[in-house]
């Protein structure tokens, strides 16, 4: 990357002239956790069972990259879930989890640009389905916790398109999408906070870093390090 430059305060911007078109775009994907919302879910559902200290300490690591095997680091964590009711999600999702600052007014503005919209989330199907229906997503890609008996197993489903959505995955599903819709990945968005955001940011046409961990930061073209994310409006204008 270029040297970095402070377009306004709490926005950097690097490797890319300013201003750029939304338009010119065609898919925009979001992290989840910690980027379309103000939570680690994986965390919150944690402080159920009493271990909330134990698994945000291995979900920080992940996010930082310092356990470069994600797979294992969420295998980890949902194990410690075991037991926790679905009621408890339930809570989890009326009670803490709210939409970060611009995350409705940055989908709206991409909608109308013609955008398609993507979720993809290390977190969990319970929540990020709602989050896609709440922001109106068009597509969203998450792990989904097995539940017996109204009760968390500790294990995650299979699903169609593989086990664990972990960096890897996420970078394969933009390129998927992308080949669906026919356009480059040059003009995908890619919008995340943490290590396992890096692949599908490192094949977008534009990275963008959402208060993100430092790693994340220095390698996207866009950081908004201050206010919503409706910011990126300010880099890439309707």
Known sequence: MTQATELAPGLVVQG???????????????????????IECVDEIADAAGRKAE??????????????DYKESLRQRVALLKGVTVSHLEHVF???LRF???????????KAAGLTTLLVSGGFTFFADRVRA????????????????????GR????AWGDICDGAEKRRTLLELASLMGISPKQAIAVGDGANDL???????????????????AQAHVAINQGGLDRLLEVVTP
């Open 94 to 96: 009326t009670e803490r």
């Open 100 to 110: 970060n600052p611009g995350a409705k007014e940055l989908i709206t503005a991409a």
């Open 16 to 38: 890319i002239q300013a201003p750029l078109s939304l338009s010119y775009f065609k898919l925009i994907a979001f992290d989840m956790d910690s980027t379309l919302i103000n």
């Open 199 to 217: 692949p599908m940011m490192g094949v977008a046409g534009l990275s963008v870093a959402y208060h993100a961990k430092p790693t994340v930061r």
């Open 134 to 153: 709440g922001l109106g997503i068009d597509f969203a890609r998450s792990n989904m916790l097995e539940v017996d008996n109204g009760q968390l197993t």
């Open 156 to 159: 995650m489903v299979d699903q």
């Open 55 to 68: 698994v945000a300490a291995i979900t920080e690591a992940a996010m930082q990259g310092l356990i470069t």
